[in-house]
């Protein structure tokens, strides 16, 4: 006698579930360097050992880097292009691409430089203009082939500097006005502030305004 077994396949439409990838970024106070041939060859080796640094077990290049302290696009200077163009010359097989805020009180724009193959830049925003002592920067970002879902927002920020209780009280002001536009992007966005903040440690009040 012969048994058979009858097997049936069932398909059914599983829930969407996105493949986390790692992405590489960092923040520089560049004092609107590179600015001379010497220079540019430092900031160069500079960025190839961020890219080949491992963290976490990964070791890649950058896909973001936050910038403050450059120079203004078109000011005659370009620490932001000579700061892009070694990124364009290490990694050739993509294209890097950078924003850049207008020129702040101290002669300086801030700036945001991203790699566009895994990134897309939505919209570039500058925050508080008339009410912060540096240009803050505000970048959101989608990932490719993303439709939203993971999308996140990039602060390069710098704050006031010193070590007065007038500076640490302006450094409060300025990250309550952060704080407050962060809010505004609404609950369960992502969102990462980078940048020179200038708090001599945690018991400041504009560390606890961010955290």
């Not at 049936?8 to 041939?37: C, H, Q, S, Y």
């Not at 500076?167 to 002001?173: H, P």
Request: aromatic letters at 6%.
């Amino acid at each position: 006698m012969v048994r058979r077994t009858c097997r049936l396949l069932a398909i059914e439409p599983l829930e969407r579930r996105d493949l986390l990838a790692v992405l590489r970024m960092a923040a520089w106070n560049t004092l609107n360097g590179p600015n001379d041939p010497a220079s540019d060859a430092d900031f160069a080796t500079v960025l190839a050992a961020m890219g080949n640094e491992a963290v976490a077990g990964n070791a890649k290049r950058l896909d973001l880097l936050a910038l403050q302290e450059t120079d203004v696009p078109g000011s005659g200077n370009d620490s932001l292009g000579r700061i892009e163009t070694p990124l364009d010359t290490l990694y050739p097989s993509t294209d890097y691409a950078s924003v850049a805020s207008g020129e702040d009180g101290g002669g300086d724009s801030t700036a945001l430089v991203y790699d566009t193959q895994p990134l897309l830049l939505l919209e570039a925003v500058v925050v508080a203009p008339e009410s912060l002592t540096h240009t803050i920067l505000r970048g959101h970002f989608r990932p490719v082939a993303t439709q939203g879902e993971s999308d996140f927002y990039v602060y390069s920020g710098h704050l006031k500097s010193g070590d007065g209780s007038s500076d640490r009280a302006l450094r409060a002001d300025e990250t309550a006005l952060l704080r407050a536009d962060a809010d505004l992007l609404g609950e369960g966005t992502h969102i990462v502030m980078m940048g020179d903040f200038n708090w001599l440690g945690s018991f400041e009040t504009a560390f606890g305004n961010l955290t």
